[in-house]
T-cell receptor, first 114, second 110 residues
């Protein structure tokens, strides 16, 4: 069974540019999460989809971040325009159950904003 | 808001030594999970604890959930070089949101 896949694995962009990260969850997992980790910090929650609906987007830093999950399958996270503080590793995770299930993480997309 | 604390962030042990780390929450948790991230890798689920005082073992790893469901511990017996990585705890609070700690990065000297 394929795991959670993320693309790209690494992106280097300049401040002000746009980047779109993609996540393909495990098939059949209705719950999809985006997290971000800055070096030495906690894995910080960004948002949670249940199928195509945003269940909780309280962790999104600001309106430069836009997440979508069309059709309840893969998800994209767009950062526009990117700022230096957006650098970090963006993890996507999926789970079958909400609230009590283990999360299956992707390999992460490392974003570097110069 | 809910906070999950892991202190310290780094620990170095000699291979063969035991290792214990703790996780503390500012609020009562419904469950707690532990993840391990190998260098260059992604977090991988290890265990979930749900009941007050629950203890679970996985080979040389022992996980415990506190009686008040506000803290947890991870104990590794006789560490090996394969144990290196960052161990995260994550707790689910009343808001049903999973909150991660900063993690503790373990290095093992052979």
């Amino acid at each position: 069974e394929a795991g959670v896949t993320q693309f790209p694995s690494h992106s280097v962009i300049e401040k002000g540019q746009t980047v779109t990260l993609r996540c393909d969850p495990i098939s059949g997992h209705d719950n999809l999460y985006w997290y971000r980790r800055v070096m030495g910090k906690e894995i910080k929650f960004l948002l949670h989809f249940v199928k195509e609906s945003k269940q909780d987007e309280s962790g999104m830093p600001n309106n430069r971040f836009l997440a979508e999950r069309t059709g309840g399958t893969y998800s994209t996270l767009k950062v526009q325009p990117a700022e230096l503080e957006d650098s970090g590793v963006y993890f996507c995770a999926s789970s079958q159950f909400f609230d009590t299930g283990e999360l299956f993480f992707g390999e992460g997309s490392r974003l570097t904003v110069l | 808001g809910q906070q999950v604390m892991q202190i310290p962030q780094y620990q170095h042990v000699q291979e063969g030594e035991d290792f214990t780390t703790y996780c503390n929450s500012s609020t009562t948790l419904s469950n707690i999970q532990w993840y391990k991230q190998r260098p260059g890798g992604h977090p991988v689920f290890l265990i979930q604890l749900v009941k007050s005082g629950e203890v679970k073992k996985q080979k040389r790893l022992t996980f415990q959930f506190g009686e008040a469901k506000k803290n947890s511990s991870l104990h590794i017996t006789a560490t090996q070089t394969t144990d290196v990585g960052t161990y995260f705890c994550a707790g689910t609070g009343a808001n049903s949101k999973l909150t991660f700690g900063k993690g503790i990065t373990l290095s093992v000297r052979p």
